[in-house]
């Protein structure tokens, strides 16, 4: 039978400050490229990932060229090698607040001409475009993430335009998906399953909600892992559990969830937290959420080259 539980906000908002961090700080360097690849079309990918990036929500995002100190002549951008003083450069960024800095090289943009038949018959084009993007942290300089990235090589991505410039601009279209893939894997999100309200049916949880919204820029149809939290040896570890499918985001930091995967082990580890709380709240610890990159059939056909 189901029923519904309404339990105090305030055994999980305590716990709040420590699972919500501010959002990262990210300085986006100029992309390099392959010497047969044009800046212009290079400078293509750039804006079309960065724009992708600001979408999410997930970061605050700087662009190095709105920076003074970090500005560089054209002809440098020209260059494979890493632009000026790479130590000079991190620490002008770490001052400036950068927890993170976004690499980019974009190793390929292939342009095929074709043509209509026909009495009106005329000239179109077809593009593909694959490029590396790496994250550094700003804090030990270390590359902490990296992804390749192609587009225009699988049905699903192909476009045309009636100038290469177009069809760069039209196949950079589905760089939206493949941003939002990079961002859920290495940028993670991460809140709390609050314990206030949710639905249990046949000794499972069904419904619950979690501390994530639009000021995340979560979505309906967001997919979250969820973590229970303890201490092993005196440490605190993480022990996946289950998981979430976003079905309404309800304001700025709460959205209502459904559970897709594991409500028994959530119900058995929510239970285990509130008792935790009453006998030794110093170690209780809420449920813990994670952004996760959304699978699935369309998914598996954006990575299959036909």
């Known amino acids: 039978m189901k029923k519904k539980l309404l339990l105090t906000a305030v055994l999980a908002l305590g716990a709040l400050t420590g699972v919500m961090a501010q959002k990262p700080v990210v300085y986006v360097e100029y992309f390099s490229y392959s010497s047969d690849i044009g800046s212009a079309m290079a400078e293509q990918v750039r804006n079309s990932v960065m ?22 002549e054209s ?4 260059q494979e090698a890493a632009m000026g003083d790479e130590t000079a450069r991190l620490g002008v960024m770490q001052q400036a607040g ?6 980019g090289y974009v190793s390929q943009i292939g ?3 074709s043509r209509t038949e026909g009495e009106n018959a005329h000239d179109f084009y077809s593009a593909t475009v694959d490029y590396t993007l790496k994250v550094i942290d700003a804090s030990t300089g270390k590359l902490s993430a990296t992804a390749n990235i192609s587009l225009g090589h699988s049905m699903l991505d192909l476009s045309t335009g009636a100038t290469p410039e177009e069809a760069v601009a039209a196949v950079l279209k589905a760089n939206k998906k493949k941003i939002q893939d990079f961002m859920d894997e290495h940028f ?11 639905t249990i049916d046949d000794d499972e949880i069904e419904t619950c909600l979690v501390t994530l919204g639009s000021d995340h ?3 309906k149809g967001q997919q979250l892992e ?18 979430l499918k976003v079905t309404e985001v309800m304001a700025g930091d709460i959205s209502q969830c459904k559970v897709s ?9 929510m239970d285990e937290y509130l008792k935790l709380m009453s006998e030794d709240p110093a170690h209780a610890r809420p449920l813990v959420v994670s952004t996760k990159k959304k699978t699935g059939l369309g998914a598996k056909l954006r990575s299959i080259n036909f």
């Open 51 to 72: 724009a992708n990036i600001t979408k999410t929500e997930r970061v605050e995002l700087i662009d190095v060229a709105s920076v003074p100190s970090l500005q560089v």
């Open 75 to 78: 002809e440098r951008r020209r």
């Open 98 to 103: 950068a927890t993170h800095i976004l690499q």
């Open 111 to 113: 342009i095929k001409k």
């Open 188 to 198: 993670k999100l991460k809140a709390i399953v609050l314990a206030e309200e949710f």
């Open 217 to 219: 820029g979560i979505t």
């Open 226 to 243: 969820v973590f229970s939290v303890r201490f092993i040896a005196g440490r605190e570890t993480q022990k996946l559990i289950g998981a």
């Open 261 to 269: 995967k594991g409500g028994k082990e959530i119900k058995t580890a």
